[in-house]
């Protein structure tokens, strides 16, 4: 079973900010969180990831709540382009990783 | 850098036939793996290696075998092809330091069984 829950999908207004909410409530503490995207049939493509503290790319934001038992995606000014599915994981280098069936998320224009 | 190369890109196999997927990475991962995707589902962890000459199975195991005799290469063999093995294959490698592991995947090998 995924260690994480995501909704299955969700929309968003092109330009606005897209929020991507994961719970994994039973993450251990030395498991990382990731987040990945699949855009139409094409290999995941990695995004971001963080432990504790909330971090920031040129993709994404990510939020983790300070009892780490959630996240949120954040993609500030969605476009067509973001149209994908997301995925959430939680794994360290010595655990398994597992995918589970992630947001599809779809950006209206 | 290349780096994660998959072929075939596609194959048709019939029932009982066996095949070799290849992966190669030119980054000099320590870690590959190998998962498979059914329609409309998510990715499902088959085998993985942390280096050379060590696997170990995640997942979905049954009816695949995998080696790892150099960093580069992370072969992975069907033997008696069923029709439930009809799925998108996808291989992808990392370096994993200090627990931090960002995958890279490759495009895919999309494997129809007849």
């Known amino acids: 079973d995924a260690k994480t829950t995501q909704p299955p999908s969700m929309d968003c207004a092109e330009g606005r900010a897209a929020n991507l909410p994961c719970n994994h409530s039973t993450i251990s503490g030395n498991e990382y969180v990731y987040w990945y995207r699949q855009i139409h049939s094409q290999g995941p493509q990695y995004i971001i990831h963080g432990l504790k503290n909330n971090e920031t790319n040129e993709m994404a934001s990510l939020i983790i709540t300070e009892d780490r038992k959630s996240s949120t995606l954040i993609l500030p000014h969605a476009t067509l382009r973001d149209t994908a599915v997301y995925y959430c994981i939680s794994h360290s280098s010595a655990s398994k990783i597992i995918f589970g069936s992630g947001t599809r998320l779809s950006i209206r224009p | 850098n290349a780096g994660v190369t998959q072929t075939p890109k596609f194959r048709i196999l019939k029932i009982g036939q066996s095949m070799t997927l290849q992966c190669t990475q030119d980054?000099?991962?320590?870690?590959m793996y190998w998962y498979r995707q059914d329609p409309g589902m998510g990715l499902k962890l088959i085998y993985y290696s942390v280096g050379a000459g060590i696997t170990d199975k995640g997942e979905v195991p049954n009816g695949y075998n995998v080696s790892r005799s150099t960093t580069e290469d992370f072969p992975l063999r069907l033997e008696l092809a069923a029709p439930s093995q009809t799925s998108v294959y996808f291989c992808?490698?990392?370096?994993?330091?200090?627990?931090?592991?960002?995958?890279?995947f490759g495009p895919g090998t999309r494997l129809t069984v007849l």
């Open positions: 980054m000099n991962h320590n870690y």
């Open positions: 992808a490698s990392s370096y994993e330091a200090g627990g931090i592991n960002e995958q890279f």
